[in-house]
């Protein structure tokens, strides 16, 4: 099982960036898909879920508006389109898979954001 971030780096306030969680080991579309963010010396919080339908989805209330989570089962990848960044964004993106029935989740090994100029 493989889940591989992507999409990562250094951008300016204001500017955008894509995310990208490509899946391997598992059967994609029993799996909602979460991307949780975290800061060092402080506790990992989800940033935004999708269903593994792909209808439902929810938002940390601080990015939503600016966030857009997105899935392609058929590519076994889920996105996160982040525009108007702020420097409070900056941490490391973690893909997350959790099952729609039983069974474990599984983690990506993290892609670093930095929003600065």
């Known amino acids: 099982v493989q889940l591989v971030e992507s999409g990562g780096g250094l951008v300016q306030p204001g500017g955008s960036l894509r995310l990208s969680c490509a899946a391997s080991g598992f059967t994609f579309s029993n799996y909602h898909m979460r991307w949780f963010r975290q800061v060092p010396g402080k506790e990992r919080e989800l940033a935004a879920g999708?269903?593994?339908?792909?209808?439902?989805?929810n938002y940390l209330d601080s990015v939503k508006g600016r966030f857009t989570i997105s899935r392609d089962n058929a590519k076994n990848t889920v996105y996160l389109q982040m525009n108007s960044l702020k420097p409070e964004d900056t941490a490391v993106y973690y893909c997350?898979?959790?099952?729609?029935?039983?069974?474990?989740?599984?983690w990506g090994q993290g892609a670093q954001v930095t929003v600065s100029s």
């Open positions: 997350n898979a959790v099952p729609s029935s039983r069974g474990r989740d599984y």
């Open positions: 999708i269903s593994n339908t792909g209808l439902i989805t």
